[in-house]
Each structure stands twice: as structure tokens, then as C-alpha cells.
């Protein structure tokens, strides 16, 4: 069966892009074959700096026919009806159409209709050109007088269609005045002449003697291998970068790897410096020595073999990088001679947030909560004040200036370098942790202290004002704050009540911010909501309640990941009172492991039925059926062992929960198992005598309030 | 090329003679080449002869030296790479031809960047002007890894579409002659390309005004001034361009009898205010607002710009 290669080459694709662009490519082209019913065998797109390409293999030579029958009206039916199928069906009398006997409805008219499928060539000339037209560049443009849009020029287009063993034929289309062959081009520099090209394998190989690499998995690999041995060559090893190697694959066609050095003095600045100015400005690979620290070498990624070797290459790529890293230690050495206390006056004029106040007023917030937090998490409140004052600090020196994101990392440097306790200058760097659900957790008390105060007042602070996440935007990264406190307070296995700890960072900021308390429905339900606070007060409960709701959300995201079911999430946060994360978490893991068992599951099932009787009952005698069972109205030993097994059930539950120790808690529930069976077993809860009957629905609403010393059973599916 | 001139006219000897090198290969392509604008401004695209130019269908192709103030880049002279005022050389092609980028990669070959040699890069680097309201999308070209010029294709500028679409080129002029030179401190330039006592560098020709530019920009240019100057150049642009338009009976009849030095008005405003930015007596909130002011003029202008004969109303 006939193969297609399709080519689009153009100036040079963002590196960003390129694989995007290739796979848009290949399920733009194959969906609309397979929609046009030319099911094909394998498909595969390939993107260079200058070009996409797609290699879809055993597409059929034509479409199948097509066979439709199309139903008609009535035999019998009026004219007008007959003429209008006729006309639809494209047929040119009614004997053209058959009868088809229905004896209940009565015979109607069916026409058969034949739609011859058309050659694959002709339908791939209509597809390809809108695949141009239609492609979703993140960003595209237009040039000269033209008004095709691509992300840059396009040049030409290959489209070659046809079996492996023939001479194919091009694809007859064009696009804005180009049009579609059988010629491409090689390298810009090494070999910039035109190819003839007819299917995918030589296509390949052509390219490959015209110095092009077409697949970026194999420039990738020719980049790390080469660069690999250039480095061990010379006793180093390579720094590997896959975001850098992703980046430099995107920018050549022809890897030629090169090794330069700079000056040892430069290795005075912190390594993260070197490596950032190299990687961010010059898109090098660093590369360290045996012991691990940096060497004073960088690898390039050349896009041409040079006909000196390299040399003049390697030596303009060496200037550049002086350059660089003599800025860099300029930025370092100049940063060094300011203390960075001496720096915060500046933050009384550098806003954070229009809403929320300047640099210097937020510092001061995080400094307060974290010195009300640091006896929560075992924390000395004199460095933990210190550390929250100059934690922000180096957003203003030179070095994070020009390298943002070594925030965090230079206040460590600079803070160690005046000589700060070691704990101070680690929470400089560590209290921006965790970034990202797989960085790791800061565990000394002081960077916990400012880490969790720092977020806290984000979280909190926006949410005042009405600055919440929707759907996809996040644009403060609220809920990356949230997961991170939640990661460091389950990994430190640290008691925060949450709802004390928003109002502790809610009071923090002046009453009426802009924008507190949004519309005024809003305020409405708040006062609806809190009756007796005052509407500032009331706001801010809520904002801590609404928090609280965040956190469920976020909480039940994380242990998703883990494994856990989100309904136990649920089934534990439904309880009151419940904001203290490592409890919730250690219920959820106790419940989990309880439901595993036999007498978990079976009395989960007892549970859902006393409730289901509950509700239906209820709903029928609109009433409600709580308070006390009356133990004079028992008639069945079952009853009377029930309500035994419940009240002690109910206190050893309670005091195993009082101890926080959630498992006893769970077994002390297992022991209502065998009560539950044999009340359902031998006990009819509808009975005539209505006192009775009532008073067994009572019970089983001790059931359900029994068990919701561990968990809210109703919220647990299955 | 260059081996038919005399030493110190070659590029890679002479800070001028690389400026007349470039300015030869694309007088010999058919360029229009201009003398520097008569005003400051921060960027050779403030021009007219690219701003206004690229607007309307009318085909252009020029090629000029720009003096660029940059007033908050100076470093009093200490810095080797960083200067407040420096020369840029700009191409606008209009429409752009369809090798452009091999009319680049020729035009540095001769000013002796040879590509068989050197690691010649075209990386992503999308061009957006706030105060022009003006964006493109191209390159920044990188020459062994350094960034040697910009590289945009125009989609919009004052605010309007371009189309035809015009082709920008930017060389940074003492990068590129440093590297061609072969020096790492721009002050060490030769301007003249002679040897011994009648050598003359970047730095004699430059330094002193570095040093007396940046005391100026940073410290005491004078504000009260400035802010009264800033006013005054927006207020006269607004003027010069309501007096402008010629009434006709429709829009599409309209004409603008003023465009240009309206125009002069809003390049007067834009580097008040970088002046202003450079003295830091505008906060960030205000920032933002100075940039939308100085855009609304552009746009004005350039509304104006395709009411005239340059723009393209017959």
C-alpha cells in the first residue's frame, strides 16, 4: 500500500515548539484520514529547526465505496413526499427505490445509495493544504505580501504519495502561491542546495548526506553520547540538563559537540551562579570533576563542522562566557559588600501586590506569624525572627536580579557569608520549599516555621481579597502554597489547627483590604453563614472556612496520588471540627486499613443499611428519629445486645480517639459487627406497634451517630 | 570584499570602516541609505523611516545608523560592554523579500563574519515595543554565542496591521565590530583603523561622554524639567495631529498634512520618560501609565501616517 511524506520547511521553529508541532502534525493529517475512512498502518512526524515532517505508511490507494440506504416515505404517500425522497436520495424515478414490508406500519420506499470512494491522492490534496492553513501554532505570523500564516516563513513543501517500490507521484496542491514537490533542502551552511527526494527512506538518508539529522531523539542522543565522551575524555564528567538537551536538539540540525574552558577564578562564585549563567545566556552543559565539584569547562552544541575544527568556534563561545561570568561575579562580589538587613528599607517602596501592600509590609506579617508558629513546630523564636527578616532580602541584590530564579539559593550564600547561624541562612533558601510536589521538604524547625508562615500569609492574603484559583488559572500558585504546607506538615508530622493558623495570618493584614468581602451577595451569605460576628470578622471566618475547603481539596489531590481513596477524605473532613492534618490523614489511614478487613466491610455495609432504613422511614413520616432509644421498649435480646455493643463501642471509640489512637478506635467499632447481623438478622424494624417501631429506629440512628466518633460512614462509597 | 581596501578601511581593523562596509552592501542591494535621525531615542525602530514606514502598502527599503540612548544602561565608562548611548544599524525591507535571512548571513560576510568558520544561529526571540504599540516575531541571530543582531518580521505596529509585511534587521554595532576585532572591552575599539599615534579608539572618542552622560541620566538630569518637557511633547503632538487632519467628505478621504511632526513629538516623549525611569522618580504603577501614554501617541501618529502620501492614500 502506498506511503505519504509530507515535509514543511520554513525558517527556524522555535525550539519550544518543535515537538508540539510534530505530533499536532501527524493526528491533524491521520485523523482526517481516518475520517475520510483511509485507515492507515503507522504514522510517525520528525521537526528540525527548519522543518516538519510526517511518514504515514499503508494508507489504502482509494476509499472503500460507500453504501447507504436511506429510508423513504410510505408506499402510497402523497406526491410532494415521493418528489422531495427523490430529489434527497438523488434518484431519478421511484422504481430506482425498493419496497421494503413492514406489516405493522405499512410498506415503505428504501433507496440504496452508492458513493464510489475516491482515490487517497485526491483526498490527501484536499487535507494537506488545510492542515497549513488550520495548524495551531502557539504564535504565528505573516510575511512579505502574503496571507498565510506559519510560525515563520514557509519555504516549500514535499508531498509524495505512493507505493515503497515505485516512482511516487507529488501530491498535487498548493498553499499561498507554493506549491507542493518533490525538492527540499539540506543544511543552511553545510549544504544548502536543493534534493530530490520520493519517499520517507530516502528522504532520511538524503538528509542525512546533506548534514541534517531529522530525528530529534537521535540528535538528542548524538548530543549526550558525544558530550558524554568529550567530557570523560578529558577526566569530567557531564552535568546532565534534560530541559537544556531538549532546548539545544531544537536548535540544530547537525550536533557537532565542542568543550571550552574559562578562567579557574571564576569557580570562586557559588557553582548554582556558573552553571545558570552558562546554561540560561549560552545554552552550554557544565561539567563537574571527579569529586563532584564544577571544572572550569563548558560543552557547547555547534550547528556546523567548521573548517578549522572548531577553533574560532569554541573561542567566540569562550569570550562570550568571560563575559558573562565576569558579570556574574561582579553581580556576587558586589552583592557581598551590602548586609542584606541593610537592604529592606528599599521593600517600603517595592509593591507585592496593589491589594495587599508593599514588600515591606508582607515581610513584617511572616515575620509575626512565623514567631507565633515557631513554638508549634519546635522552633528557637529568635532565629526564626531573624531568618523571616532577611529571607526576602536578596530579591533585591544584582545576582537575583539578573538570575531570578536563584532567589532563595543567594540568600543562603549571602546570609552564610555575614556571618548568620546556619540555621538563619538555610531558611533563606529553604523557606521557599517545597516548590513542587517532587522537591524536598525543608525539617529544620527554623525554615518549617518561615516556610509555613510565608504561605500561609499568600494563601490567606489572597483569599481575603477574592484572588482565588479557577479552573486552570492560578496565577499567585495557590495551590502549589497549599500542597506545600500540607507536605510540611504531614512530613514533619506537625499539630497545625488549620483554622487557627488562617486567623493568626488573617489578622495579620489590615482590616477592609481592597476588594475584601467581594460582591455583595457574597456578603450576604457570609452574614447568613456566621450570625452574631460583625462583617469584617464574619469575612475572614469564612475566608478561614472556605481555606479549610481548599485544603480538603488539595489533601484529597495528594493522597489520590498516594494511593488513597478520596471518599475516606471525605468521609473523615465530613466529621466537626476537623482541621488538624496529620489526624485527618492518620483517620484515613486507619479507616482504609479497617475497611480491608471482614468486619470493616460488613459493617460498613450494616451501617449504609440502618442509615437507608433511616432515610426512607424519615422521609415517609416526615420526622426525624434522634435522641435516646427507650431500653423499657425493647422486646428482642438482639435489641437489648445492640444497644449494649453500641454504648460501649461509643466510649471505648471516644477515649481511643481522645489518645489519637485511631486503629483501637476502629476495632472498638469491628466489635459492633456480629450486634449489627444479628439485629438485622432477627429484628423486623417496621412493626405495627408504632412505640416500637420507633424506638428501633432510634437504634438504628445510634448506629450511625455511634460510628461518627471515627468517621462520617454515610460519605464512603461502596 | 574587504581585501580590496586599504587596512584601515577593512572591517575587522576599523570601527567606521565596518559601519561604511555594511552600509555599502545594502546600498548595493538597493537600499535607501539614510543619515541618523536628528533626535534622541532609544532604538532605531523609533526612526520614521521604520515606524512610520512600515505602515502602509507602499514598498520601502532603507538602511541607516541610529544613535540609541539607553539613559539607565550607562555605567560612567566602567563597564565593558554596557553604554548608555551606543550606534545600532538598522535594515527595513518592505515588503520583506523571501531570502531575507540570506541577505543577513551575506551582509555578515562582508563585515568578515565567515559562516564556514563561525556558529551563525537563528533562536527564538519574539520583538514587542509597549510605547509603539508595535510587535513582531523573528530571532535574536547568535554568532559562536553571542547575540549579534535582531532579526523581525513586523506584524503590527502603532497599533495597526502591517501589510505588506516589513523585515527588520538590528546590528548591535560595537558588539559586532568587538567581535570582529576580536576585543572584549568596547573603549578598545579602533574607530579609525590606523596604528600608533594615529590610532583612535572607541574609548577617545566616547568615554569622556559616557562618564558625563551617566552623571546626568542618573543623577542630575533635571526632573522638574523633564516631567514639564514630557507634558509639553505630548500636548504639542496632540495638537500638531488635530491640526493635521484635512477634512474630506468621508474616512476613507481623510487626510493628515502632519503627520511627521506630530510624530517628532511622540520620540521627544518616549526618551523624557526613559530619562525620567533612568532618575527613578517613577514608581511602577505609574510606570506602566507613561508607557500607555507615550502609545496613545504612536497610534495617533501612525493613524495619522496612513493619511498621507508616504502612507499610502492616493
Known amino acids: ?71 423513504g416515505p410510505r408506499v402510497g404517500a402523497p406526491d410532494g413526499a415521493i418528489q422531495g425522497f427523490l430529489k434527497s436520495a438523488g434518484l431519478a424515478s421511484i422504481a430506482e427505490a425498493t419496497v421494503q414490508k413492514d406489516p405493522k406500519k405499512g410498506d415503505f420506499y428504501v433507496a440504496l445509495i452508492e458513493k464510489p470512494g475516491r482515490p487517497a491522492i485526491d483526498v490527501l490534496a484536499e487535507i494537506l493544504p488545510i492542515a497549513v492553513r488550520t495548524f495551531p501554532w502557539p504564535k504565528s505570523m505573516r510575511w512579505g505580501t502574503g496571507r498565510l500564516t506559519w510560525v515563520r516563513p514557509l519555504h516549500s513543501i514535499v508531498a509524495t504519495f505512493g507505493p515503497e517500490t515505485e516512482e511516487p507521484d507529488v501530491v498535487a496542491f498548493s498553499v499561498d502561491g507554493i506549491d507542493a514537490g518533490k525538492t527540499t533542502r539540506g543544511h543552511r551552511f553545510l549544504a544548502p542546495g536543493e534534493i530530490g527526494v520520493r519517499h520517507f527512506d530516502d528522504y532520511v538518508g538524503a538528509l542525512e548526506r546533506a548534514k541534517v539529522v531529522l530525528d530529534p531523539e537521535r540528535r538528542k542522543q548524538i548530543i549526550l553520547a558525544d558530550a558524554k565522551n568529550l567530557a570523560f575524555a578529558q577526566g569530567f564528567e557531564l552535568v546532565e540538563d534534560q530541559a537544556l538537551l531538549d532546548e539545544v ?61 572548531g577553533n574560532a568556534i569554541v573561542a567566540g563561545n569562550e569570550r562570550v562566557i568571560r563575559a558573562r561570568l565576569s558579570d556574574a561575579k561582579f553581580f556576587y562580589e558586589t552583592d557581598l559588600k551590602t548586609k542584606l538587613e541593610d537592604r529592606l528599607p528599599k521593600f517600603d517602596h517595592i509593591v507585592f501586590h496593589e491589594k495587599l501592600g508593599t514588600q515591606a509590609e508582607r515581610i513584617a506579617r511572616i515575620g509575626r506569624l512565623a514567631v507565633e508558629l515557631a513554638p508549634l513546630v519546635g522552633a ?37 557569608a555575614q556571618g548568620e547561624d546556619a540555621s538563619v541562612a538555610a531558611a533563606c533558601e529553604d523557606h521557599y520549599k517545597p516548590k513542587g510536589p517532587d522537591d524536598a521538604v525543608p525539617s529544620d524547625p527554623v525554615s518549617i516555621a518561615v516556610a509555613l508562615a510565608d504561605k500561609l500569609d499568600t ?84 475566608v478561614g472556612a472556605e481555606l479549610r475547603n481548599f485544603f480538603a481539596d488539595r489533601l484529597k489531590v495528594q493522597l489520590r496520588e498516594q494511593g488513597a481513596r478520596h471518599d475516606l477524605v471525605d468521609a473523615v473532613f465530613a466529621l466537626e471540627g476537623q482541621d488538624d492534618l496529620v489526624m485527618i490523614v492518620r483517620r484515613v489511614d486507619a479507616l482504609a486499613a479497617f475497611l480491608s478487613t471482614d468486619d470493616g466491610k460488613n459493617l460498613l455495609a450494616g451501617i ?111 | 570584499m574587504s581585501s580590496d581596501l586599504p587596512a584601515h578601511m577593512r572591517p575587522e581593523r576599523s570601527f567606521q570602516g565596518f559601519i561604511l562596509a555594511l552600509q555599502r552592501y545594502w546600498a548595493d542591494y538597493g537600499c535607501v541609505v539614510l543619515q541618523p535621525y536628528d533626535m534622541e531615542m532609544g532604538a532605531g525602530t523609533f526612526h520614521p523611516a521604520t515606524t512610520l514606514r512600515a505602515l502602509g502598502p507602499k514598498p520601502w527599503n532603507a538602511a541607516y545608523v541610529q544613535p540609541s540612548r539607553r539613559p539607565k544602561d550607562g555605567r560612567y565608562g566602567e563597564n565593558p560592554n554596557r ?115 594615529r590610532k583612535v579608539t572607541y574609548g577617545d572618542v566616547f568615554l569622556q561622554a559616557e562618564q558625563e552622560y551617566s552623571r546626568h541620566n542618573f543623577e542630575y538630569a533635571d526632573t522638574a524639567m523633564l516631567f514639564e518637557q514630557f507634558k509639553m511633547a505630548e500636548g504639542a503632538c496632540k495638537k500638531y495631529l488635530d491640526a493635521g ?29 526613559n530619562l525620567l525611569d533612568a532618575r527613578g522618580v517613577i514608581s511602577v504603577t505609574e510606570r506602566q501609565s507613561y508607557i500607555l501614554r507615550v502609545r496613545e501617541l504612536a497610534k495617533a501618529c501612525g493613524a495619522a501616517w496612513l493619511a498621507t502620501a508616504g502612507g499610502g492614500r492616493a
Not at chain 1, 384 to 409: H, M, N, S, Y
Not at chain 2, 251 to 269: G, T
Open chain 1, 380 to 416: 528557637d523564636v529568635e532565629k526564626v525572627q531573624r531568618a523571616a527578616k532577611l529571607c526576602k532580602a536578596d530579591l533585591l541584590t544584582e545576582a537575583v536580579g539578573e538570575f531570578p530564579e536563584l532567589q532563595g539559593l543567594m540568600g543562603r550564600y549571602y546570609a552564610a
Open chain 2, 245 to 273: 487632519w484635512q477634512n474630506g467628505g468621508d474616512a476613507n478621504d481623510k487626510r493628515h498634512l502632519m503627520a511627521l511632526p506630530a510624530y517628532d513629538q511622540c520620540i521627544k516623549a518616549s526618551h523624557v520618560f
Open chain 1, 608 to 718: 449504609k443499611r440502618a442509615a437507608n432504613i433511616l432515610r426512607i422511614e424519615e422521609k415517609k413520616d416526615k420526622a426525624e428519629y434522634t435522641g435516646a432509644p427507650d431500653e423499657k421498649l425493647y422486646r428482642q435480646d438482639e435489641e437489648r445486645a445492640l444497644a449494649n455493643a453500641i454504648a460501649v463501642a461509643k466510649s471505648d471509640a471516644s477515649a481511643a480517639v481522645a489518645r489519637e489512637d485511631f486503629s483501637v478506635a476502629m476495632t472498638a467499632m469491628a466489635k459492633l459487627r456480629p450486634h449489627v447481623d444479628a439485629f438485622f438478622d432477627k429484628v423486623t424494624v417496621n412493626v405495627d406497634d408504632k412505640d416500637v417501631r420507633e424506638n428501633r429506629l432510634k437504634l438504628l440512628n445510634e448506629i450511625r451517630a455511634a460510628t461518627r466518633a471515627v468517621a462520617d460512614f454515610s460519605r464512603i462509597e461502596g
Open chain 2, 83 to 197: 553604554l548608555q548611548h551606543y550606534y545600532q544599524f538598522q535594515v527595513i525591507l518592505k515588503p520583506n523579500p523571501p531570502n531575507l535571512q540570506e541577505l543577513y548571513l551575506e551582509s555578515l560576510a562582508a563585515i568578515g563574519v565567515d559562516s564556514s568558520l563561525h556558529d551563525i544561529r537563528f533562536v527564538e526571540d519574539d520583538w514587542e515595543s509597549p510605547t509603539l504599540g508595535a510587535w513582531g516575531l523573528g530571532w535574536e541571530c547568535w554568532c559562536d554565542g553571542m547575540e549579534v543582531s535582531q532579526f523581525t518580521y513586523f506584524q503590527q505596529v502603532a497599533g495597526f496591521e502591517c501589510a505588506p509585511v516589513a523585515g527588520e534587521l538590528t546590528y548591535g554595532l560595537e558588539r559586532l565590530a568587538m567581535y570582529v576585532q576580536g576585543v572584549d572591552n568596547v573603549y578598545d575599539l579602533n574607530f579609525n583603523g590606523r596604528d600608533g599615534d
Open chain 1, 459 to 542: 494563601l490567606t492574603g489572597f483569599w481575603i481579597i477574592d484572588e482565588k484559583p479557577t479552573g486552570s488559572k492560578d496565577p499567585f500558585a495557590l495551590r502549589r502554597a497549599a500542597l506545600g504546607i500540607i507536605r510540611l506538615v504531614l512530613d514533619n508530622g506537625i499539630r497545625l489547627p488549620l483554622l487557627k493558623a488562617f486567623d493568626c495570618a488573617a489578622d495579620k493584614f489590615p482590616q477592609n483590604l481592597p476588594g475584601e468581602n467581594g460582591t455583595v451577595a457574597f456578603q450576604a451569605h457570609v452574614l447568613s453563614q456566621t450570625p452574631g460576628h460583625g462583617p469584617a470578622r464574619a469575612a475572614r471566618y469564612f
Open chain 1, 1 to 71: 500500500m502506498p506511503d505519504l511524506l509530507f515535509e514543511l520547511f520554513s525558517e527556524e521553529i522555535p525550539a519550544r515548539m518543535q515537538a508540539r508541532a510534530a505530533d499536532d502534525l501527524k493526528k491533524i493529517v491521520t485523523d482526517r484520514l481516518v475520517d475520510a475512512g483511509l485507515v492507515y498502518e503507522g504514522a510517525k512526524a520528525f521537526a528540525t529547526p527548519r522543518r516538519l515532517a510526517l511518514t504515514v505508511q499503508g494508507i489504502p490507494a482509494r476509499q472503500p465505496d460507500l453504501k447507504e440506504e436511506k429510508k
Open chain 1, 249 to 309: 536538539s531544537g536548535l540544530v540540525e547537525w550536533p557537532v559537540v565542542l568543550m571550552g574552558s574559562f578562567d579557574e577564578a571564576f569557580l570562586k562564585i557559588p557553582p548554582e551562579v556558573v552553571r545558570t549563567t552558562i546554561r540560561a545566556n549560552q545554552k552550554c552543559f557544565v561539567v563537574r570533576k571527579a569529586g563532584g565539584s564544577l571544572a572550569n569547562k563548558f560543552i557547547l552544541v555547534s550547528n556546523v563542522e567548521a573548517s578549522d575544527g
